[in-house]
């Protein structure tokens, strides 16, 4: 690849190093390591959703390639609890014991030299369920003489909670209008385009079992390891591989994963397990399924008075470490009033167990959710008092001003100007033009319809904010290990996972701040648990600001031996050298790095006195105050839609977006931009159907749509920069931001269009049969 | 049960005995460790797979192995030396149309499929022209932009 650009640090738009090895076929994904001897698996999942698990019939040509729970009783089982002593908590044995609970549960692993021999054996098991009744919806697994899913619970619910703060009362008693409203945002997945996979084997050599794993954290995933099988961390060795998208639903400690390390661990086998399409779509962790009950009270203007909110999440039949099931309603109840000042707020929740997949953490976490509640409420109140819904939200937006804003959920929202965003996305999209062209109609009878949404995204999470989780793991901190080689080269060490982000770029940017070092001079080593200092892994929004923060402390450390020695080769005063273009300038000569590099490791007699060899500087980073950073936009998009057939069509999408100080613009827009398609997928396509026996009916991907090229418009993006007062740089996270407002933005868009028929959109993913369905509802005859 | 099959790959006559159930993406990938050639559904839908068939792309995992005598299979690795391929690579970099990698082989070589058979199209035709290759990551901005900066270059050269 060519590289062309001469400034390479913080805010420069570097193309990207790990293109030239992805462009040439040459990524190594799980399913490309070549590891002699291995055997590929296959699982044997349950076909029904809630049975008593009898015998499994195994042939006994294939005694010896199948194994059940009781082989791996050496396992504990995973188990993910908050430290809430309400929460109900879930035992997940590697492979089913006694009991199945939704369709895709492993009963049995298979192992052959071949997938598809493996998948033959599988194929050979008799299996006996004594089936029970499925609860296969939240409102079935509540039912008050509901079966209950794991029998020693008191309902089939993980978790309630129930806050209230500000003066409620008044709230309603000075409303205007007090708006309720039933929503709805389907269940879907993650679905990286890589599925996940596992291939674990033991190194005779180290005696350490060395787990390959498609997965977004490779030393929590250690840990793991090591607990549920019983070996000590230093004899196990995970290596994330080249990650083909993960989007949350890697970043779990799986079943899978513990099965395979623990059968290759028994067995001294090589053993692979390769997730297919199918599988991934029913036994991968799911995504959202959310339902509202939300009152809205306001005065005349629009401005909100209080909320209260009842929120229900479908989380499935376990809980996934170390999220916990009760993970999307909890920030759910955290982040709903959103970017707004809401002076009274009440929110219950309940987590929901049912006989369905496990729910996980998918970009946008609970809050692609909270937004669509919040905004398509919003637009509602607007309606209803004859407003236009812009308006609205600009008289509710929290002001610069306020800022530092303490939301009445207690997050500290830490910088910005909402309203500004806002506005300068009604600009861009062209309010003014936009009604003109409503009042005028369409040639084609199609409707228009304007809608926007707004959020405030908490990202690079710290301490403060994972201890008030209560989960298993406090994810507060990132370290880097900064190496200069004797050539002069730098090489950084990162706990984080780079699976499309683009950190092996932006990392070696920040070091390039940093020492004035090409980025092309730069190796970024990361997902492997052997080559850098402890760390948590990608989620969250919080690789930049986190491993940007080690980078960027471990490289300022460095750069100032760099000057001391190199002054020194100068024969200079030690505090005169700056660094740029790869050398250590003084006012009247200049030193290359791998002078200075030389020096300190092969030449330490060229040293000054007292200057220690070597050029490895080991940092940690933690934000300044560890209650995040928050990133925050405007979507706004223009929807055509036809009432006679329900079709859509979106005619322009533009996001107005602020993630602080933008260390590469171009992967920032590109950051965004992917983000918005995924929540347009939420928005439009995206959904996991379940009949009454709890089948899941979307396993392929003929019928679970993602939204492909001709679906997804040229988004348009401006972006604003106001940097934190807490994170190195300013940088705030960005990773999930566009996946949270498009299906709010969507809907209200889809509302303004359909707002001449009375008909009105709560639910999502809004497909076209759906649109006609409100219309038919609606208070007036589209004919 | 196996079978006896002669075909061509990346120009190199392969003779191979194999399961007649095995598919195309399957022999490459595990016979001939070819593994630019990715499998992201198994069902013929989101052509991370797609490879060229005697010049044509098709899935490699929906076609079997066994119904390819005398065919010419061309992969990315096939294509390194390729003129056109090296422009449009230059292109996803420079518009960064990648972001985890693993749609790209099959992105690339639909790419420069359509840009053979519509040397200058327009944005909606590169979007209703990529629609059978699937992107989790890039929300296809980049891609669509790469594209059209590879026929731009392509013209010019």
């Avoid at chain 1, 496990?358 to 407003?387: I, K, N, Q, S």
């Avoid at chain 1, 959920?409 to 009604?426: F, H, N």
């Avoid at chain 2, 990938?29 to 792309?57: M, Q, S, Y």
């Amino acid at each position: 690849m060519n590289h062309s650009d001469t400034k390479q640090g913080i805010g420069a738009s570097v193309k990207r190093t790990e293109d030239a090895r992805l462009v040439n076929g040459q990524g190594t994904y799980l399913a490309d390591l070549d590891i002699p001897g291995t055997l590929e698996a296959a699982f044997i999942r349950s076909p029904v959703a809630h049975a008593r698990l009898g015998a499994v019939k195994v042939p006994s040509e294939y005694s010896n390639q199948v194994f059940l729970a009781a082989d791996l009783d050496f396992a504990h089982p995973i188990v993910a609890a908050t430290d809430d002593p309400q929460f109900q908590s879930t035992k997940q044995f590697a492979l089913a014991k006694d009991k199945v609970r939704f369709v895709g549960e492993m009963i049995a692993v298979c192992i052959a030299p071949t997938r598809a021999q493996a998948e033959d054996i599988a194929q050979s098991c008799e299996l006996e369920l004594d089936e029970l009744p499925a609860l296969w919806d939240m409102d079935v697994a509540t039912a008050p003489d509901a079966l209950l899913i794991h029998e020693h619970w008191r309902d089939n619910i993980y978790l309630k909670t129930d806050v209230s703060v500000g003066d409620l009362e008044r709230a309603r008693k000075d409303a205007t209008v007090s708006l309720s409203k039933s929503l709805s945002m389907g269940r879907h997945g993650a679905v990286p385009l890589e599925c996940r996979g596992v291939l674990a084997h033991r190194d005779r050599r180290l005696n350490e079992l060395t787990v390959y794993s498609s997965t977004q954290f490779p030393h929590v995933l250690r840990t793991c390891i090591s607990r549920a099988i019983d070996l000590p961390e230093s004899q196990v060795r995970v290596i994330a591989p080249d990650v083909g998208g993960g989007f949350g639903a890697k970043g779990n400690f799986s079943p899978e994963e513990l099965t395979i390390a623990a059968l290759a661990m028994k067995l001294d086998q090589p053993i692979r397990w390769i997730e297919d399409r199918r599988e991934n779509l029913i036994a991968s962790p799911h995504a959202r399924e959310h339902r509202y009950d939300v009152t809205v009270h306001a005065n005349n203007d629009g401005l909100i008075l209080g909320i209260e909110a009842m929120i229900r999440v479908d989380a499935g039949a376990y809980s996934v470490w170390p999220w916990t099931a009760a993970m999307e309603a909890g920030m759910v109840v955290g982040i709903l009033p959103g970017p707004y000042h809401v002076p009274a707020y009440a929110a219950k929740s309940q987590s929901i167990c049912t006989n369905k997949t496990p729910m996980g953490p998918y970009r946008g976490v609970g809050r692609t959710g909270a937004c669509f509640a919040m905004d398509v409420m919003l637009d509602a109140v607007a309606r209803e008092l004859h407003l236009d819904p812009a308006d609205v939200r600009l008289l509710n937006l929290i002001k610069p001003e306020d800022m530092p804003y303490q939301s009445i959920t207690g997050k500290q929202y830490d910088s910005g100007d909402y309203p500004e965003a806002a506005r300068k996305a009604l600009a861009a999209i062209d309010i003014g033009a936009i009604r003109s062209r409503q009042a005028a109609g369409e040639k084609d009878d199609r409707l228009i319809g304007f809608g926007m949404s707004s959020y405030t995204e908490q990202t690079a999470h710290g301490t403060a904010e994972w201890v008030s989780r209560g989960l298993p793991v406090v994810f507060g901190y990132e370290p880097a290990l900064a190496r200069l080689t004797p050539d002069g080269k730098l090489i950084l060490h990162v706990g984080i996972q780079n699976h499309g982000q683009g950190l092996e770029t932006t990392l070696a940017q920040v070091a390039s701040e940093e020492l004035g070092i090409a980025v092309a001079d730069v190796v970024v080593r990361h997902g492997d648990s052997s080559v850098s200092p402890y760390g948590m892994g990608t989620f969250g929004s919080r690789s930049m600001t986190m491993a940007g923060g080690a980078v960027s402390v471990a490289c300022g450390q460095l750069a100032d031996k760099v000057k001391r020695i190199g002054a020194h080769l100068l024969q200079t005063t030690a505090d005169a050298g700056t660094l740029s273009d790869g050398r250590v300038h003084t006012e009247t000569a200049s030193v290359a790095l791998n002078e200075v590099a030389e020096a300190a490791t092969l030449h330490p007699e060229r040293l000054p006195e007292g200057e220690e060899p070597g050029l490895d500087i080991s940092a940690v980073y933690e934000p300044k105050r560890s209650t995040g950073a928050f990133s925050y936009a405007t979507h706004a998009c223009v929807m055509a839609v036809d009432p006679g057939t329900g079709e859509m069509e979106i005619l322009d999408y533009v996001v107005v977006h602020d993630c602080g100080r933008m260390v590469n613009p171009m992967i920032v827009e590109a950051q965004v931009v992917g983000g918005v398609a995924q929540g347009l997928g939420t928005a439009l396509y995206e959904e996991i159907l379940y009949d009454e026996n709890g089948q899941p009916l979307s396993s392929t991907f003929l019928d679970y749509m993602i939204p492909g090229c001709a679906e997804v418009p040229d988004v348009r993006m401006l972006h604003m920069e106001t940097p934190s007062p807490h994170t190195k740089y300013g940088i705030k996270g960005l990773g999930e931001g566009g996946a949270i407002s498009p299906p709010a933005a969507v809907v209200n868009a889809l509302n303004d269009a359909l707002k001449s028929l009375g008909a009105e959109i709560t639910q999502t993913p809004v497909t076209p049969l759906r649109v006609l369905e409100a219309i038919e509802s609606g208070a007036v005859s589209p004919l | 049960m196996k079978q006896s099959v002669s075909l061509t790959v990346n120009d190199r006559p392969v003779e191979a005995t194999v399961e007649s159930r095995l598919s195309l993406a399957d022999f490459l990938r595990l016979e001939l460790r070819l593994t630019a050639t990715h499998l992201g559904c198994e069902h013929g839908v989101c052509g991370a797979c797609t490879v060229l068939i005697n010049g044509e792309p098709a899935r490699s995992c929906i076609a079997l192995t066994v119904s390819l005598g005398g065919d010419e299979i061309t992969t990315l690795e096939g294509l390194a030396d390729d003129p056109a391929m090296q422009v449009i690579k230059q292109a996803f970099h420079d518009k960064h149309g990648l972001q985890c990698g693993f749609c790209t082989p099959g992105m690339l070589i639909s790419t420069r499929d359509l840009l053979k058979r519509t040397p200058r199209p327009s944005e909606g035709a590169v979007r209703d022209g990529l629609s059978g290759n699937l992107c989790r990551c890039t929300g296809y901005q980049g891609i669509v932009r790469a594209v059209l900066k590879a026929a731009e270059d392509l013209a010019a050269s």
